[in-house]
């Protein structure tokens, strides 16, 4: 393995991994490095832009912490993200579709009652959440823990702040006996994804506008289920057909219709896929 | 852009991105969606590989700062490194072939004298370092700038030591009238790289050794000419065919004879490729 040139060192590369003993290890390592290395002879990347390139990749790590995940950030704007999704979720018609997880999501949120408020402080005008949790054949699933989170009427989540500490307008909630959730918060709007770092620069440098249409996310687990990863997104959005994360689905879009009082309301049922059974 | 499926959505990120305005940019990036969709579609990624990828990326940028370039030494495990400097050096024969850069450059070496001893301190036995910098034509060059580095022999460049934080082991120095170049070091030894992040997790899990063959780092600049950068390496070395970063080029292995008092010489003459005059 002396003296590679543009066009022997990739085939000398997947020599040299050869002895990888995990099977799935070698088949991803193999392709990933096929495809990095037809890139950078694609393009004829010069050495200034693969300079450009390790340091456009550090500032995105550099960026993550405990709150802030810049690299998903960056595949949900690539559309890795949704790819990933569409590839592990080819669901029987009738079940609620995935979407996109998002960088925003607390392992730690708190626990509610069923019509609490999960707003608990954040901005924006009150909506009353409402629907249930089922089965493809219809049947009502109880016990189902339903995690939902979103931001407030300022476009910002609460981990988003860096002060008061507090976590809002996010909860975990349990379907009651006849598979009904319901819950307090404050109605979804539209939103710029954070711009403030590499993903934000790529946007720019790609002339494409940041913004995610309005909604809500889900998280819904129960027993012998898939667990379901979602948005319900607003009917009227302007970004409906120009999501910055390519996330919007037209059966995970619903009426939020403002009450007299001012206040919203949200329906929405899930239907959950299940696990299927081993032979 | 509703419903996006898995073989839609490349074409929907693709036309999301038409309207870049530098070409050059817009190239790199419609090649790089495709060939990241093409990968995932190909290994069929699942939502756990995803995220071991994303906390893979997350942990090689937070290993980074200012000594220490997880990303380049990432590239360079790949093969992406040399790839694209073969890319970019489609120089005349004659002319000194380029190598990898490596995470270790210091933009701050001392400037020394020609005959020093850029070792100052560096552990290992010493060397007398010798060539001359020529032109393609054979003419020499005086007033060369001289960037050589290397690891000591214990395998460790000056700034993977935490303390004490003293630059050893690399220097610059300018050719004299005769185009000659002088000075004492320590002899290079085989190193493994470092593997307590990321890449040395990569290598682990593709059962590669992290060894790289003995070797003197120079970057050579000359008005008129291109930039220079490449390494030396000792002819006896056990890892020539078997470089981590795969950086070996046959001619650019020299002999490091060992002389009675111990001491070993080093003789190299390095060519440059004359920058093209615009016609």
Request: glycine share 8%; aromatic share 8%.
């Amino acid at each position: 393995m002396r003296n590679l040139n543009q066009d022997t060192i990739t085939q000398a590369v997947l020599e040299r991994i050869a002895n990888t003993p995990n099977p799935r290890t070698k088949e991803i390592v193999t392709s990933l490095v096929t495809h990095l290395h037809d890139f950078a002879r694609e393009v004829k990347l010069t050495e200034e832009e693969w300079m450009q390139g390790i340091q456009f990749l550090t500032k995105t790590g550099q960026m993550c912490d405990a709150k802030r995940q810049e690299f998903i950030l960056l595949s949900d704007v690539l559309g890795l993200s949704m790819l990933t999704i569409a590839l592990n979720h080819d669901k029987p018609a009738g079940c609620t579709e995935p979407t996109v997880f998002g960088p925003f999501f607390l392992e730690e949120a708190p626990q509610y009652e069923l019509g609490a408020d999960v707003a608990n402080g954040a901005k924006g005008t009150p909506c009353l959440v409402s629907g249930r949790i089922l089965s493809l054949t219809g049947e009502t699933i109880p016990g189902a823990k339903i995690n939902v989170w979103q931001a407030d009427e300022d476009g910002l989540y609460d981990v988003q702040y860096v002060s008061p500490d507090r976590i809002q307008a996010r909860g975990i909630l349990t379907s009651d006996a006849n598979g009904g959730y319901h819950f307090k918060t404050i109605v979804a709007e539209a939103y710029p994804i954070p711009t403030d770092g590499p993903t934000g620069d790529f946007l720019k440098a790609t002339s494409r506008h940041p913004w995610r249409p309005a909604h809500l996310h889900f998280m819904v687990e129960a027993p012998g289920y898939e667990r379901l990863i979602t948005h319900v997104f607003r009917a009227d959005d302007q970004y409906l057909d120009s999501d910055a994360v390519f996330g919007v689905r037209q059966t995970l879009i619903a009426d939020w219709p403002q009450q007299a009082d001012g206040t919203y309301t949200m329906n929405y049922d899930f239907v959950l896929n299940p696990i299927a059974k081993k032979s």
